[in-house]
């Protein structure tokens, strides 16, 4: 996200506007409390006679990287049980890629992982993450068409133990966080694997496209609410000029970024750094 350059671009060789700042700003994805902030800091600053560019790039960063954690907390295994780990999303965020690359993330650290294809209403979303899963030798559990996806999960649980899998991945439908059946199904799908572990599911991850912005705070707010979230996977990040997203659930909902997606292939895919995120916003 390349947020210096534009607010440069827009501000070069003359005063701050402030309706065109906060323009700026709202444009970038940063949402309207953080917008609201940075914008106040900058005019409280009564010492300051002359507001420019640089200015509001010092607080711009300062007020962002203060909400941002540096460093989420990692996602460890379990003593003895697997790790469950639940992923959430509306369609065409990139959910079941995003499913193996965390998968392959894990592989990475010699972690075993198995596969719940518990989005049982789209039969290419099973045989997707089943290419994947035979791409990467992982092993999955699938069901039929239409299949109870909570029941899949159970099966997906009982097999992860006796296969002292440590991190279990369910790859759960997509669905419009509008659609109050559907949520209803996910709370189903928590509770059935809550009667296999109380704590499980250990990490519920929502997938979000950062191209869509402001779309994608609503199903924040709305997979919030509903189920509860642990943290975001962000795709989309290689080319979008996008990101601000990030700052405006953290800001918002208090929901950390936990990893970024940002290309096409399997390594494509990294823990969220927001040191790093500031640094190449600004």
Known sequence: MDLFKSL??????????????????????????????IIKTLQDREAWSLIGINDVVKVVREEIARILPSNPAAIRPLN??????LLLG?????????????????????????????????????????????????????????????ALCYEAYQAAVKREIQFLICDTAGRMHTKTNLM??????????????QDAP????LVVD???GGNALSQAREFQSSIGLTGLIVTKLDGSGKGGIIVAIQEELGVPTRFIGTGEKIDDFAPFDGREFVAKML
Do not use: C
């Open 202 to 205: 250990h990490e519920t991850l």
């Open 80 to 85: 003895g049980k697997p790790k469950v780990i």
């Open 90 to 150: 509306v369609n065409g965020t990139g959910k079941t890629t995003s499913t193996a690359k965390l998968a392959h993330y894990f592989q990475q650290d010699r972690r075993r992982v198995l596969l719940a294809a518990a989005d049982t209403f789209r039969a290419a979303a099973i045989e997707q993450l089943g290419i994947w899963a035979e791409r990467l030798g992982v092993e999955m559990i699938r069901g039929q068409y239409n299949a109870d996806p909570a």
């Open 210 to 212: 950062a191209t869509t």
């Open 184 to 197: 209803a199904e996910l709370k189903k799908v928590k509770r059935t694997l809550g009667k296999q572990d």
């Open 8 to 37: 440069a671009q827009t501000f070069a060789n003359k005063p701050i506007d402030w309706d065109e700042l906060e323009e700026s700003l709202i444009r970038a994805d940063l949402g309207v409390s953080m917008t609201t902030r």
